[in-house]
């Protein structure tokens, strides 16, 4: 398996063992092929809105003998992925864990806008990771009702990157 870049490490730091997650924009599944062969995830559906990158994070999935574990879910964003998931097309319900890494700030806080109110109920980890106008999205994030628990640098190939672990109050009981 292909070793995970810095940023992808320290975004794995944060994800409890035992979780189901839903890793936004997967492109090629590295982190919830890391996470489900380490143990520390029980399950990763793998959501792009783009079918290429679906198409090989499915390609690397099958390599790694992960079939079982993960879902593959053309999405933009968590739109789709109730219906998927009520639609009876997963036994393992939904994710305790959003992972968003590798977009910009803006992105991040539009997929987190228009994420369905059952995820944003049962979701207790988001661990996010804006590339760009990251004062802009903590900010965001605040007046969104998220709280940013711990974060993390990491230095990848001369790049600085900022790594969040939240929770999310907005839609709770």
Not at 83 to 97: K, L, M, N, Q, V
Request: aromatic share 6%; with cysteine.
């Amino acid at each position: 398996m292909k070793n995970l870049p810095e940023r992808l490490l320290a975004a794995a730091s944060f994800v409890k063992r035992g979780s189901v997650i839903a890793d936004v924009g997967c492109d090629h599944g590295l982190l919830p092929h890391y996470l489900l062969k380490s143990g520390i995830s029980d399950f990763a559906y793998l959501l792009d809105k783009n079918r290429g990158p679906l198409l090989r994070a499915g390609e690397n999935t099958e390599k790694y003998g992960l079939s079982d574990k993960c879902a593959l879910v053309l999405s933009d964003g968590l739109k789709k992925l109730p219906e998927y998931i009520e639609g009876g097309r997963s036994r393992a319900g939904f994710p305790d864990t959003v992972i968003i890494t590798g977009m910009g700030g803006p992105l991040i806080l539009k997929i987190l806008d228009e994420t369905p109110r059952e995820i944003r109920k049962r979701a207790d980890t988001w661990i996010l990771s804006p590339q760009s106008l990251i004062e802009d999205c903590r900010e965001g994030l605040r007046i969104r009702g998220f709280s940013i628990l711990e974060e993390k640098m990491a230095d990848d190939k001369g790049k600085h990157y900022v790594i969040l672990r939240c929770s999310c109050h907005s839609e709770r009981s």
